[in-house]
């Protein structure tokens, strides 16, 4: 069975990267004479509509016994915050839609932690290879005071992380130094600043039939795989195989004793520190009552209390 590839195509992801990742692909796709079509988003969200588009007109749930002259197959090129765009799209299709993924983004941590080549020309063979999906963990949220749910391909975080994505997208040195490929500084700006700032805040957690208080939250993540921030593996044993979330929460500590739990982090012994907690379940509930910042996938979810569940979900991806 052919495949025909639908390609989402987001070129400012990775300050321009995915540009040329998309240009590599359509010319190899061209020399092996690949069907595909391309769309190109034009602005923030675009991808989601594209994607809806083509799951209500032309994608359809995969299954081995179909006996089809050619599969239509999504592939994003883009960021994390690409997927995450393309993959809440299709929450309210069917899950057995596969998504391929060639990453081209700045931090590329959904590649990182599933085994997704960073080399294009690899990662686009790996899809080209595959006879068939494999099955992803993804955590499904769903928030009850704003009646908000949605999709995480990577992780959902609440507080300082959050805000310095936040505190990163408002600075208004990010678009000048975008410009010159140096937009790392601009977040390395914004993790100092936050890191001096950002207070601890009182969390109620549920899980595993427990509940437990935090009075001085500084960091709290849930993740299906080891990865955040662009490579840093904040829970090296998650899997994002198994149906588990991953949930570490850090306290808010002095800066020298922060300075040296990320020192630990860089030798993946942050389990070591008595202010880093980690834990596992299948279900998840936090409960934050004074207004915070959070994410999903880099995404800011707002500055708000939060009430907010997680479970994982299975979704099949192409690789």
Partial sequence: MKTHFHLVINEKAGSGNARKVAKQVIKQMQEQKIDYTTYYTDYAGHEMEIVGTLAENTLIPWSSKMDLDSFPLLLILGGDGTLHGAINAL????????????????????????GIPKDTKKALNQILNAQSPKEIEIINYNEEIRQEEGLAVNNIGIGIDATIVQVTNESASKKALNKFKLGSFSYILSIIRVLF???????????????????????????????????????????????????????????????????????????????????????????????????????????????????????????
């Fill in 91 to 114: 929450k309210n299709y069917h899950s057995a839609i596969p998504v391929s993924y060639i990453p081209s983004g700045s931090g590329n941590d959904f590649a990182r932690g599933v």
């Fill in 197 to 319: 700032t950002q207070k601890g805040f009182p969390i109620l957690v549920e899980m595993n039939g427990k509940k437990m208080t935090f009075d001085r939250a500084f960091l709290c993540t849930v993740t299906t795989h080891p990865y955040f921030g662009g490579g840093v593996a904040i829970a090296p044993d998650a899997d994002p195989r198994k149906p588990i979330l991953d949930f570490v929460l850090v306290e808010r500590i002095n800066i020298f004793k922060i300075l040296w739990l990320i020192f630990l982090l860089s030798q993946k012994k942050q389990m070591q520190s008595k202010y880093f907690h980690h834990f596992q379940t299948s279900k998840l509930r936090i409960i934050s009552t004074i207004p915070q910042y959070g994410h999903a996938d880099g995404e800011i979810l707002g500055k708000k209390s939060y009430d907010i569940s997680f479970t994982t979900q299975t979704r099949l991806f192409w690789f």
